[in-house]
């Protein structure tokens, strides 16, 4: 946690050009001063876990270029209706189970209709009485909708920025930066707390980067979360044969995040799957310490988290967690053999 001292360094006037700055120094300076910054705020050695269920799938009307859950993409995804509450309240209770201590429900929506938010609020009532924390992502919000979730116990609100106010248009026709900020600003007024980052990986200049960076900075509040997404390249979508972005701009991205918003969770999001141990090793060196845990929590087989667990234990981080969660999490670690990456992506692939 932030302490007094750190909390007065926390800074909101960032220049773009200072952000530039810091994503050209040498790799090895960079990684020191972000390092050196996270520990000033946060215990190196944890990581907060969160857990993702997709609460309404695909069918989407906006045209987010990255992604397969619009209708206007060949994805091959499978829409489905919003889901039942007691089908997302298993979800909740396997996911406390497997040691995450915030439950994200996201929805494909451009925004919720006024007719779902007693469902919707439903469901936050019932996840916040098994003890987790909770967050929702269900597109743009209008003030009452936000003050009606807030009152329902919602924690955060996930709204991302997706890339600079520049590169928005390449990416997004159906919506502007601006409504963004709108809805991120009713989620502020009702109290909640924000997740908000973006993706890379998209085609952009390092310009837009910086630009992304520069927009969350700046925002009166900095997000409490900062999920950075690497593009993951859905067959189908329009960014499907985006050219690879270098691992080492990635984590220079986390780096810089990490400096620029020294209070706040950096999250490693979108993407986590087809990073390398090593890399992800250098993003937690670098400040990243969140992560989404076991996606496919409600499959059977669930590599990911297996995975994930091997790498918590060869790397020495932990969970930042509740009491109860500490044992099955070690246990189930200490368990299970170490795989290499390898293995994993093949099993995954399966
Ligand atoms: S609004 Fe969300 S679900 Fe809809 S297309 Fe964009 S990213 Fe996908």
Known sequence: MANASAARQTRHDWSRAEIEALFSLPFNELLFRAHSVHREFFDPGVVQV????????????????????????????????????????????????????RFCM???????????????????????????ETCMTLGMLTESQARSLAEAGLDYYNHNLDTSPEYYGEIISTRCFQDRLDTLAHVRVAGMKV????????????????????????????????????????AGTPLAHEADLDPFEFVRAIAVARILMPASHVRLSAGRENMSDEMQAL??????????????????????????????ARLGLRPEEHEYQRASWETTAAAEPVRSSSLFYDAAAR
């Open 50 to 101: 969160s857990t993702l269920l997709s609460i309404k799938t695909g069918a989407c009307p906006e045209d987010c270029k990255y992604c397969p859950q619009s209708t206007r993409y060949d994805t091959g995804l499978e829409a489905e209706q919003l889901m039942e509450i007691e089908r997302v309240l298993e979800g909740a209770r396997a996911a406390k189970a497997a040691g995450a201590t």
């Open 283 to 312: 993003a937690f060196f670098a400040g990243a310490n969140s992560i989404f845990y076991g996606e496919r929590l409600l499959t059977t087989s669930n590599p990911e988290a297996v995975r994930d667990r091997q790498l918590f």
């Open 106 to 132: 996201g929805a494909a929506w451009r925004s919720p209709k006024d007719r779902d938010l007693p469902v919707l609020t439903a469901m936050v009532r019932g996840v916040k009485e098994l003890g987790l």
């Open 195 to 234: 997740c908000c980052g973006g993706i890379v990986g998209m085609g952009e200049a390092r310009g837009d980067r910086v630009g992304l960076l520069h927009a969350l900075a700046t925002l009166d509040e900095h997000p409490e979360s900062v999920p950075i997404n690497m593009l993951v390249r859905v």
